[in-house]
């Protein structure tokens, strides 16, 4: 199929084709060297302005509250759970794994927050069934 009657849209200049410094307004126009060294100087003092308000805000130390505490534990946990998976799908669980599981478990920190404390009580209580089970949890 073949469409005709329309014009293309624009057409490629070679070297010699000549730049519109156009004053009619309808196209794109050259500035002065004085005006582009100031938009490129704004431009690149905000860009380092970013930079360093980012480099002063990975230099805050922020101190973990009870709250991370309880959450890095409550991660730690399922991590050694999913350890013990692995442990058992391969048919050795190594006593080390489980004497840090029962440490981990000693270790509670209030989290001060009654839904995470919930979450990680029911984390606790997988961790103190999968101990049980292989004779290693003592209360």
Known sequence: MRITGNPPISTVQGKGGKK????SGDGFFLTSDTESASVS???SASGLGGIDALLALQEVQVQPDNRDIAGKRGHSLLDALDALKADLLAGLVPDGR??????TLKDRVPSGDDQLDSVIDEIELRVRVELAKLGKFDE
């Open 98 to 103: 489980l004497e840090d599981m029962a440490s």
């Open 20 to 23: 519109r410094t156009g004053s």
């Open 41 to 43: 100087t704004t431009s």
